[in-house]
């Protein structure tokens, strides 16, 4: 059973009262993954919502057969699988827009995503707690992923003379 302290140190729950933390534990259940073990793939349905207790997982957009680009680490105390989040409000058949593979044994918490978002639309106030720290990590990962992207741009050997001059 996955207790009230795990939840708690997960950074989109953390401002989580006792209370609410309790009606989401019947939602969620323990997983354990394997060193290279998918957790999901691109694609696949959106069903569940993921939260890292141990190990780290890479979001990968798969570019080809050959080819993977790894797009994010998650830690211990992140999130992940966001796309579940909008499913039934932006898309009622949200697919996972990333693979998320596990880089090391590692223990996570999925909570079903179809009794999570009627809890929230039930529960304003745990609707918008959710939403606000989720859209912390957003921006933060945006910021991020901008950034990457800039770096990108001026190592590449045709955009290094415009930018130079």
Not at 50 to 61: A, N, P, S
Not at 85 to 107: F, K, N, Q
Not at 125 to 151: A, C, D, H, P, S
Request: with cysteine; proline share 3%; aromatic share 8%.
């Amino acid at each position: 059973m996955i207790s009230k302290d795990e939840l708690h140190r997960m950074v989109i729950l953390r401002e989580f009262t006792d209370e609410m933390l309790e009606r989401i534990i019947p939602l969620a259940e323990r997983l354990i993954f394997d060193e290279r073990e998918a957790v999901f793939r691109q694609g696949d349905s959106a069903d569940l919502f993921y939260l890292l207790l141990k190990g780290k997982v890479l979001l990968e957009q798969r570019l080809s057969d050959k080819m993977t680009v790894s797009m994010d680490a998650i830690k211990p105390g992140y999130s992940f699988g966001w796309s579940s989040i909008v499913r039934g409000v932006l898309d009622p058949y949200s697919r996972y827009t990333s693979d998320a593979i596990c880089v090391e044994p590692s223990e996570v918490i999925a909570v079903k995503a179809e009794e999570l978002h009627d809890m929230l639309e039930a529960d304003h106030t745990m609707g918008f707690v959710i939403n606000r720290n989720l859209n912390r990590v957003i921006k933060q990962r945006l910021v991020y992923r901008t950034e990457q992207f800039v770096r990108i741009i001026k190592r590449h050997p045709d955009m290094e003379s415009l930018i130079t001059g």
